[in-house]
């Protein structure tokens, strides 16, 4: 099975600020790779697709990139609405496996 | 407009059983993989099954395989999941997903407890 490492676990940032989260496949996944946000209460939101791709609709804000297997996503102006809990997903093989998750604080 | 819509989430006693179902719109249910994923209370997200637009082949994750069931009719453009043997740590809200373009339902949510 394909391990997800998804780091920070948490992380306390102020409005403006830029953050990054990264997810570390333990064998190479191509770019098989989604990140989701979640607020509580509500159904994940996909926000980037093939690891790089902004899902439509998604604010520019929103970035995600790729090195090996090593995939990073980039908020570059926290919004208030933007604090809420950031999942990877690979999808490249069975069983399909998320991160552990990152939840995302106001500081 | 894409709408996956879940039902039959219960209360439900040890060793219980539940069929779910999500019923979609919005485009060719019988052309795509939809799948299951699940979240208990306060934890992260856990795929659980996927099934093939035609039905064959399925996968499970190790924790459910031989207690649940992925089906689907693409007749009623409906996807279900049969949940056996229910555990207390099968709690959870149970989604059901497009992965492959990250349409999601709204869960429903299935409690085991005596």
């Known amino acids: 099975d394909i391990q997800m490492t998804q780091s920070p676990s948490s992380l306390s940032a102020s409005v403006g600020d830029r953050v990054t989260i990264t997810c570390r496949a333990s064998?190479?996944?191509?770019?098989?790779l989604g990140w989701y946000q979640q607020k509580p209460g509500k159904a994940p939101k996909r926000l980037i697709y093939a690891a790089s791709s902004l899902q439509s609709g998604v604010p520019s804000r929103f970035s995600g990139s790729a090195s090996g297997t090593e995939f990073t996503l980039t908020i570059s102006s926290l919004q208030p609405e933007d604090f809420a809990t950031y999942y990877c997903l690979q999808h490249n093989s069975y069983p399909y496996t998320f991160g552990q998750g990152t939840k995302l604080e106001i500081k | 407009e894409v709408q996956l819509l879940e039902s039959g989430g219960d209360l439900v006693q040890p060793g219980g059983s539940l069929r779910l179902a999500c019923v979609a719109s919005?485009?060719?249910?019988?052309?795509?993989?939809m799948s299951w994923v699940r979240q208990a209370p306060g934890k992260g997200l856990e795929w659980v099954s996927t099934?093939?637009?035609?039905?064959?082949?399925?996968y499970y994750a190790d924790s459910v395989r031989g207690r649940f069931t992925i089906s689907r009719d693409n007749s009623k453009n409906t996807l279900y999941l049969q949940v056996n043997s229910l555990r207390a740590e099968d709690t959870a809200v149970y989604y059901c997903?497009?992965?492959?373009?990250?349409?999601w339902g709204q869960g429903t949510l299935v409690t085991v407890s005596s």
């Open positions: 997903a497009r992965v492959s373009v990250g349409y």
């Open positions: 919005g485009f060719t249910f019988s052309s795509y993989a």
């Open positions: 099934i093939s637009g035609s039905g064959s082949p399925t």
């Open positions: 064998q190479g996944i191509r770019d098989d």
